[in-house]
Nanobody, 121 residues
């Protein structure tokens, strides 16, 4: 069994910063990819940032230059550093990990519980 626990959301003024964390625990052989999504009220969930096991990263145009995804392989944790926050960044943020639980297992998709980020103007 694998569990993801998110933390770090909250209320911040425009221009401020937050760092989200997503810690994975349980039977983990390998984490193939790490992603952060967000979902604003009344809108679809969208991909914000992603990181592959090879270290490559990608960002949505709306957050490029402001958000940074990183990972601590030893702790099975992924982070999203969010700087220069804007009111339009307000959303529930979800981490999404593609995990292989054993050497012979298939890739499985896991989601965090979501954490609210609210940016006031």
């Amino acid at each position: 069994q694998v569990q993801l626990v998110e933390s770090g959301g909250g209320l911040v003024q425009a221009g401020g910063s937050l760092r989200l964390s997503c810690a994975a625990s349980g039977s983990i052989f390998s984490i193939r990819a790490m992603r952060w999504y967000r979902q604003a009220p009344g809108k679809q969930r969208v991909l914000v940032a992603s990181s592959t096991s090879g270290g490559g990263t990608n960002y949505a145009d709306s957050v490029k230059g402001r958000f940074t995804i990183s990972r601590d392989n030893a702790e099975n944790t992924v982070y999203l550093q969010m700087n220069s926050l804007k009111p339009e960044d307000t959303a529930v943020y979800y981490c999404n990990l593609i995990i292989v639980r054993t050497a012979s297992d298939a890739e499985r998709n896991y989601w965090g519980q979501g954490t609210q980020v609210t940016v006031s103007s």
